[in-house]
């Protein structure tokens, strides 16, 4: 069942994504070599709660294993998504993705951005460049009257004109009072199939693009996932609502990168 939100609920959805991207700009603030992802962790779930809200990820469900226990999801180098925070410090030339959930009064926000510790490799720059480029691509597609399929088929052609792995077990999601909503988003496809997107529909598009092989598989603690042939990942997650002409992007990267300032890729 797809929903369709109204105005206000748009409104109301900005607002929590916009929270979100406040956070991860505090988070931001913290990354440098030395610092665990727990410190980065303690951080978000702070802010979070001090701005009247509440961290979706934590306590989240999974078949596979315990519930979520972070209010982030950290993924190191060759880590995808899903990564739970822990005590291992960061480490000049590490890639770090951070995904972060909120619900605000009664709306989700999801949004998540990679990160780079100290200076990177060159290689993997362009890597954490093209996710970020893909999102854009595939969102440039999120319009009244186009269909799922053309955001997949735009990102997965994209990324893999780069030579990259695009992750097929793992996709975006409708979103609203509830995290995951219909319709899923793969970042892989056909043009002009899947579910017709309408105005007010609102999803979160989430490429997650490996430097090699698209292979990947869950680790023992029934969360992480990671790349079969241990390359580096990057994952790259706006929340938006279909528009007639284009895209309204309810989440923003904007305060991340007056974090980041020069260092934004
Ligand atoms: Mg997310
Ligand atoms: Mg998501």
């Not at 931001?28 to 961290?55: M, N, S, W, Y």
């Not at 822990?86 to 709306?107: A, H, M, Q, R, Y």
């Not at 792995?165 to 899947?194: A, C, Q, S």
């Given at each position: ?69 972070g ?42 951005y ?22 854009y ?5 999120a ?19 780069h ?36 105005k ?53 990267f ?12």
């Amino acid at each position: 069942m797809i929903y369709l939100k109204t105005d206000d609920e748009i409104e109301l959805l900005r607002q929590s994504n916009l929270l979100v991207g406040r956070t991860l700009a505090e988070v931001a603030k913290l990354i440098k070599p030395g610092v665990t992802t727990r410190q980065l962790d303690k951080c978000a779930e702070e802010f979070i709660r001090d701005h009247g809200a509440v961290p979706t990820f934590k306590g989240f469900k999974s078949p596979y294993g315990p519930p979520f226990p972070g209010a982030i999801c950290a993924s190191v180098n060759d880590e995808v998504v899903h990564g739970i925070p822990n005590d291992i410090p960061l480490k000049e030339g590490d890639v770090v993705s951070i995904d972060c959930g909120t619900l605000l009064n009664g709306f989700c926000g999801d949004s998540a951005y990679t990160f780079c510790v100290g200076e990177v490799d060159p290689e993997i720059v362009e890597l954490l460049k093209t996710t970020k480029k893909a999102l854009y691509v595939g969102i440039e597609n999120a319009v009244h009257g186009k269909r799922v399929g053309d955001i997949g088929c735009a990102v997965q052609d994209y990324c893999e004109s780069h030579s990259y792995g695009v992750v097929r077990e793992l996709v975006g999601h409708g979103i609203g009072k509830e995290m995951h909503e219909d319709p899923p988003v793969p970042n892989y496809g056909k043009k002009g199939t899947g579910p017709l997107l309408k105005k007010g529909m609102c999803i979160a598009i989430e490429p997650m693009i490996c430097q090699g092989s698209r292979q990947v598989y869950m680790m023992d603690d029934g969360w992480t996932i990671r790349t079969r042939d241990r390359k580096m990942a990057a994952h790259f997650e706006h929340t938006v609502a279909i528009g007639i002409d284009k895209a309204d992007i309810l989440s923003s990267f904007e305060y991340i990168e007056q974090v980041l300032g020069d260092r934004a890729i």
